[in-house]
């Protein structure tokens, strides 16, 4: 047995490319997604944050500057995020912050 040798049908390493969106296409994106979903979208490309996250806000948990995960929304039961480490304030751009408040008039 040591001395066969398996043929390899994949290359290792060999990725896909992602896909990803250019500035503009991200903009024609937000354009045509309805509220309150743009502004989802939209955080959470700024901010990196799991849908899960973003749908467990409060807004107590929106500062001047950052925003607070705390617990987040999934599967219909609210609980802590997903791991210990997902529990903390992160600093975002003013933008983002303008972005989240401007859904309150829609509420």
């Not at 994949?10 to 309805?34: A, C, G, H, I, Q």
């Not at 490309?45 to 929304?73: A, C, K, N």
Request: proline content about 5%; hydrophobic content about 40%.
């Amino acid at each position: 047995m040591l001395a066969v040798q398996i043929p390899r049908v994949k290359v290792v390493n060999k990725r896909k490319p992602r896909p990803y969106l250019t500035p503009e296409e991200f903009d024609r994106l937000l354009s045509v997604v309805d509220e309150p979903y743009a502004s989802m979208i939209y955080v959470a490309v700024h901010s990196g944050l799991r849908v899960s996250e973003l749908i467990g806000f409060r807004w107590e948990d929106i500062r001047s500057d950052s925003l607070t995960i705390d617990e987040r929304y999934c599967r219909g039961d609210w609980s802590v995020t997903r791991t210990s480490g997902s529990a903390a304030t992160i600093g975002v751009a003013q933008d983002v912050i303008e972005r989240i408040q401007r859904l309150r008039s829609l509420a």
